[in-house]
C-alpha cells in the first residue's frame, strides 16, 4: 500500500585510515582515551576505530573528513611538543570549522617554557591577544575569568625580559578592597597589602625559577606593587602589566597610562562584568570609549570562546552575560527615562 511519506536522500558516507608514526598515541589519544571521546562527542556520526598506531573513520563523508583534518593537525602539535587536552581539541575543531587557519601553527608557538612546561596560547583570541602585544605599545586584554588575560601578558613579560627587550618587569593591581578595611588586617603595610597581590606572585613562581624570583624583586628588576605606587613615576625601559583594571577609576587609569616611558610596553587586562569598586564609573569601561581610536593601543576582547579552565566556566560566563543582558532590558522597560544618555561627566 503507497504511502505519503517522503523519501529521505540516503547520506554518503565514507571510510578513511590514518597511519600514526613517530607519535606515542597516549600523547595524540589521551589517558583512558579521554581526548579520543572529546573527538567523538565533536563528530558523533564518525566511528572511531583504533589498533596500534592506525586510526579508522567511519561514517558521513563530511564528519569523516573533517575529523581526519582535525586528527592530523593533532598529530602535528604532538610532533611540535604540545600536551594535548580537551582544550587543544576543541579549540583546533573551531579554529577548523571556521577555516581561520591551521591550528599546528596557530597554536604551536611556546611563548616560554618553563619549569617543564610549556606556556602558549590555547585558542584563537588568545593567539590574536599575543599577537597584539608584540605588535602594540599599549594593549588592553578585556575579557571573562579564565580566558588568560593576566597569565599571558606575564608570560610575555618574563619573555621580553628574558630576550633584554625590557630592564624591568612592573606589575600592579588595585587594592580595591583596601579602602574600607586595610586598617583591621594585621601587620604592615606590605603585609596588608600582599593578599591583593598574591596572584600576581603565584604566576611569577610558575614562570622563573622560584630561587631567583626573590633575587630579582631585590634588586628592582621585578616589582610587584599596589597601583598607588604608581602615581608620580615614569616608567621607562619597562614591561608593565596592570591586572585587575575593572576596578580603578577613570582618575587612575588615567594617571597609570601617563606612567608609559620611553622603551616600555604596558598591558592592561580586566573583566568589565566583575566592577567591585563600590561607587562610581570603573576606569576600564571608561577607556574603551576615550582611546578607541588612537594608533598603537589595541583593544583585545576576549570571550566564553577563549576560556581555557573547566568547561563549566564558559558556560557561567554565557550564563550571566545572558541574564545581565535580559536584566538591563527588562529595566529599560520599567524605567525608560533612566536611561537617557548621561552627561560626560565621571561619576565619583
Known sequence: MPTNEPVLPAVETDRAELHVD????????????????TIEKRYPGVDVLVRGNQIVLEGPTAEVAASRELIEELILMVRDGVDLGPTEVTQSARILEQKSGKPAELLSQAILNARGKSIRPKTLGQKEYVDSIDDHTIVFGIGPAGTGKTYLAMAKAV??????????IILTRPAV???ERLGFLPGSLTDKIDPYLRPLYDALN???DPELVPKLLASGTVEVAPLAYMRGRTLNNAFIVLDEAQNTTPEQMKMFLTRLGFGSKMVITGDITQVDLPVGASGLQLVTRVLDEIDDIHFARLSSADVVR?????????????FDEQSKANSYERHPRQHKPADRKWSR
Do not use: C, F, N, W
Open 22 to 37: 613517530g607519535v606515542a598515541m597516549v600523547r595524540l589519544l589521551g589517558p583512558q582515551d579521554r581526548l579520543l571521546s
Open 177 to 179: 578592597e583596601a579602602g
Open 206 to 208: 610558575e614562570m622563573m
Open 159 to 168: 619573555q621580553a625580559l628574558q630576550r633584554k627587550e625590557v630592564e624591568r
Open 310 to 322: 573547566h568547561t563549566l566556566v564558559g558556560q557561567i560566563v554565557d550564563a550571566y552575560t545572558k
